[in-house]
């Protein structure tokens, strides 16, 4: 029994370790940890403990210690799994511990008169689980909120796509204008403006692919960032957007996109409204870039560029309809 005590423990404890580090087969290791624990190691000492004690006043307290702690090694042992429902095993568990177990147990060191370091030191060991189930819980929530990031870029990418078609319309509406002398600087200034948006939308593009395919490994081909693996990993994003520079590449495309469009319009509610749209100023303390991108995962990294592109498509729809178009005949 104290062998299987003694495996389960060190497969529980040094795969949750290994897999903080992403090391392969640490999940495996934890899935193993926890089903020996709930399955093999639990089950015996209650039993050992139940047989050794004549007095069935503790009956109930047996009962409620092994439906305890069987329920907070099947909580770890789902949320190793990423279980739907493991985080309603969890609840149910922690609310079981705090609720019923402890104030018992509590009850049962006041009264035994006997092995009573050995009792709290039971009792310290059982909240240590517990804390640490409950750090496996709050992982499982994080992901939960991760996976809602995808959600939210969909959102932006059917908003993006829906502007995107706005603008084709536009365009066309300013290509039908004839190219005489006095639509000749517009027109220019429309076809220069298409060319430096596009300029801006594909360098966030490839980043976008960049920050998957670091994720994903070389092999993964889908861009949709509902399967990205390492959703949480912070190390990438700053490899890619702050070592290699990929983020003041594209605080520069957007920078010029900004001044030229500025520079083709004097009135200041169209100014304000580019600069506040294109925004790229520094915070206090902080670059544009790091406030945009430093110590942030994925996924949420993703989400931003996938915003910056939706304001640059904002930008290019407002001035062809508010600068351009009001100035052809």
């Known amino acids: ?101 402890l104030p018992l147990y509590s009850y049962y060191i006041h009264n035994a008169s006997k092995n009573k370091i050995t009792n709290f030191t039971v009792i310290i060991a059982i909240i240590v689980i517990s804390s640490f189930l409950t750090f496996s819980t709050s992982n499982n929530i994080n992901r939960s909120l991760l996976d809602a990031f995808a959600f939210v870029d969909e959102s932006i990418s059917v908003a993006n796509a829906n502007i995107v078609e706005m603008n084709k319309l536009l365009y066309n509406q300013v290509s039908d204008f004839p190219n005489n002398s006095r639509n000749k600087e517009m027109l220019k200034f429309a076809a220069t403006l298409q060319q430096k948006t596009d300029s801006v939308i594909l360098l966030t593009d490839s980043l976008r692919k960049e920050l998957i395919k670091r994720s994903n490994g070389e092999k993964f081909t889908s861009e949709d960032i509902i399967f990205i693996k390492r959703k949480d990993n912070t190390e990438i994003p700053a490899e890619v957007l702050l070592a290699e520079n990929g983020a003041f590449l594209l605080k520069m495309e957007i920078n010029k996109l900004k001044n030229f469009i500025l520079e083709n319009t004097d009135e200041e509610e169209n100014r304000i409204f580019i600069i506040r749209c294109l925004s790229t100023d520094d915070a206090k303390d902080m670059t544009w870039e790091q406030k945009k991108f430093e110590y942030m995962p994925v996924i949420s990294v993703i989400n931003e560029l996938n915003t910056i592109r939706q304001q640059v498509n904002i930008a290019e729809h407002y001035t062809l309809e508010q600068i351009i178009l009001p100035n052809l005949d």
């Open 1 to 101: 029994m104290y062998i299987l005590g003694i495996i389960a423990a060190t497969l529980v404890f040094a795969s949750s370790f290994l897999k903080i580090s992403n090391i392969p087969l640490s999940g495996l290791m934890l899935i193993l940890g926890f089903s020996i624990l709930a399955f093999g190691f639990l089950p015996l000492v209650f039993y050992m403990k139940y047989t050794e004690n004549k007095n069935k006043g503790y009956v109930p307290f047996y009962i409620i210690g092994f439906a305890t702690t069987f329920l907070l090694t099947l909580s770890g042992l789902t949320n190793a799994m990423n279980f739907s429902w493991g985080l309603t095993i969890s609840i149910v568990s922690v609310l079981m511990l705090y609720t019923l177990f």
